[in-house]
């Protein structure tokens, strides 16, 4: 079976640096998305990666390990604004569908 | 471009009726995918398409879901009868396919449909 195992919640301050994991057990492996989705909005496109390392854009950075089967996504210098659910998506290599993780609220406090 | 486009976003129906959620794609995109969010369950995927072809329907719950993409512009959930349990967010996405070069196509979401079944 697949399987993508995220937080249920974190919280960080305003201004801080907070990293959220991902961890998979899937049957192929073609790439890992994350994807944020503000409560009450779609899910919108954040970062992609498919060889091992850390790729940054801006303030969020998403780092992959394919032998560990492991991501995380690091979002630096916190705003209120990033206060919202992070999804962690493989895609399999079998296919063009994503499987999702279950999804990391993150609470922003002042 | 619109992005993809949902109607309606907001349903509200009794129990035991027909519902019916359409999805528009972006142009161009070969790839649409239905997909169900939850609080219990997250997001899981329904089925998916590639030109208008349903590819893999093995994520439809049971046979009252059905889905129809009779051209590359437009889809259909229809869920008949309704049942509360199917209470959710449905969303429409869309992508462009295959991937190609350095560069990856994500899926695009529509707004989502938000079905309350009473």
């Known amino acids: 079976g697949q399987n993508i195992d995220q937080p249920t919640e974190m919280t960080a301050t305003e201004g801080a640096i907070v990293q959220i994991n991902c961890t998979y057990q899937?049957?192929?492996?073609?790439?890992l998305f994350w994807y944020q989705q503000h409560a009450g909005e779609a899910p919108t496109f954040l970062s992609y990666?498919?060889l091992d390392g850390l790729e940054e854009k801006g303030r969020f950075s998403s780092f992959l390990s394919r032998s560990k089967g492991y991501s995380y996504l690091l979002l630096k210098e916190l705003q209120m604004k990033d206060s919202a659910s992070y999804l962690c998506?493989?895609?399999?290599?079998?296919?063009?569908?994503?499987?999702w993780g279950a999804g990391t609220k993150l609470i922003i406090k002042p | 471009d619109a992005g993809v486009i949902q109607s309606p976003r907001h349903e509200v129906t009794e129990m035991g009726q027909e519902v019916t959620l359409r999805c528009k794609p972006i142009?161009?995109?070969?790839?649409l995918f239905w997909y169900r969010q939850t609080m219990m369950r997250g997001l899981e995927l329904l089925i998916y398409?590639?030109?208008?072809?349903?590819?893999?329907d093995s994520g439809m719950p049971e046979d009252r879901f059905s889905a129809k993409m009779p051209n590359a512009s437009f889809s259909t959930l229809k869920i008949q009868p309704s049942e509360p349990r199917d209470s959710a967010v449905y969303f429409c996405?869309?992508?462009?396919?295959?991937?190609?070069?350095?560069?990856?196509?994500?899926?695009?979401f529509g707004p989502g449909t938000r079905l309350t079944v009473t």
């Open positions: 398409f590639n030109n208008n072809v349903p590819i893999d």
């Open positions: 142009s161009g995109h070969d790839y």
């Open positions: 996405a869309s992508r462009r396919g295959p991937f190609i070069g350095q560069g990856v196509d994500e899926q695009y």
């Open positions: 998506a493989v895609w399999l290599d079998s296919n063009y569908q994503l499987i």
């Open positions: 990666n498919v």
């Open positions: 899937t049957s192929g492996f073609n790439g």
